[in-house]
């Protein structure tokens, strides 16, 4: 995506982030799109088609970052990366006056994209698993999947971001990490990650 679009959607994730999805006018975010405001709706006929692709794009963005992160790193640590990659960048995009706002539009005008999402990552975060228990760097104990281990690191994970209302992506990162080393701990061959 490039253009016209990608400066339209660039423009109302600043104006969500700065004012909420409420209230945010389609004629500011045209304006900084540089375009006018029927120019913005023969790309996107309504406000929530805008929403929609703007989430959309926040998670194939968070998606790819997460996955750019995991190779960056081996065992535990690639795990890790990937599930704080994920997270920090949905809570450092959302972050602010208007974050809760943002949730719970996203719950109501996208769960589709968002379901859509995570059964992506679970299924990048499953290759990963597999890849670092074969190549030796994350053993498991027998009959857990590489699917089950990532179900339960992503329901904690979600547990971590909402044990808060509004987190600090400092504390989220360092409870993120003590979970994810807890339940790795737990799921070792022989209670031990090998790093």
Known sequence: MGGTKQRILEAAIQAARRDGHRRSSVEEIAQAAGITRQALYRHYPTKEDLFRA??????????AHAADQAGK???ADAIFAMLH???DYIIATIEGTHAQ?????????????TDRSVR?????????IEAQRRGGRLAL??????RALAQALMAAARGVKGAHPAPSRRRFKA????????????????????R
């Open 54 to 63: 703007s989430a959309a794009l926040l998670h194939e963005r968070a998606l």
């Open 73 to 75: 790193a081996e065992g």
């Open 85 to 87: 990659a994920r997270y």
């Open 101 to 113: 706002e943002l949730i719970e539009e996203s719950s109501r005008l996208c769960p589709d994209i």
């Open 120 to 128: 992506r990552f679970e299924a990048l975060l499953c290759a990963t």
């Open 141 to 146: 104990r027998a009959g857990l999947t590489a």
């Open 175 to 194: 409870a993120l990490k003590r979970m994810v080393d807890l339940i790795l701990e737990g799921a070792a061959a022989d209670a031990r990650m090998r």
